[in-house]
């Protein structure tokens, strides 16, 4: 294990997000006839989501070499930079249709891989990535909090999840830091903050599906 006693707490709560981001998508792929397009592209965030935190939860947690640790972040940055991009695509799929989120679905690939890029590869500053987060993020909140107040089934806790995700954002940029128990650095919080943002994304984007006709082009609104 780390020494480093805040590090083996974010790898732990980085398992948590993982495992709860596994559960996320066998919930979703019983689903995934609903509306398949659909379906798979937040199957695809989930899964990108569980490879991102368990990369996160063996860097963190574990005692490893510097070159190992390094190794590590290039694949869960790759991830995260794909779950972004992909958050944005579904946020459009369900703002403007699904031929406008097939429309985006690979140049919003291309993007997460650019900043992925500039950031990692090229030794680029993490604020580049970190913007890249917020206007992901903040264009899916648009998007939800206006199907909300329509009453779209779902926006609800997908606006809710995106926001507080937002909020775990913000809070890892700080140099936050409390003991509860076991000691928790900002990235400990970014991950404790995110748990009920993913719970509440995953009942969302549930609660859309279960809410298409069988022929998968009628939403029902609840």
């Known amino acids: 294990m780390n020494p480093i006693l805040t590090e083996v707490t974010t790898g732990a709560t980085d398992l948590i997000l993982g495992m709860l981001a596994i559960a996320c998508l066998i919930r979703l792929a019983v689903l995934r006839n609903r ?34 640790r390094d190794l590590l972040w290039q694949p869960l940055y790759l991830s995260l930079g794909l779950m972004l991009g992909l958050i944005a695509v579904a946020a459009a799929v369900d703002g403007r249709g699904v031929a406008s989120g097939r429309r985006w679905l690979w140049p919003a690939v291309g993007l997460g891989l650019v900043f992925y890029a500039i950031t990692v590869v090229a030794n680029g500053a993490f604020l580049v990535f970190v913007l890249y987060e917020a206007v992901a993020l903040l264009y899916a909140l648009a998007v939800y909090l206006r199907l909300a107040r329509r009453g779209e089934p779902g926006a609800s806790p997908l606006a809710a999840g995106v926001a507080i995700t937002l909020i775990a954002a913000a809070i890892q940029q700080t140099d936050l830091s409390f003991t509860l128990i076991w000691p928790f650095d900002h990235n400990g919080i970014f991950h404790l903050v995110q748990i009920p943002g993913i719970v509440l994304m995953g009942a969302g984007v549930e609660r859309r599906l279960r809410a298409r006709g069988s022929d998968g082009l009628t939403l029902v609104r609840a």
């Open 35 to 68: 509306d398949p397009f659909r379906a798979r592209l937040w199957m695809a965030i989930f899964a990108l989501l569980t490879v991102a935190s368990m990369l996160g939860a063996v860097a963190h947690g574990l005692d490893l070499s510097t070159p190992l």
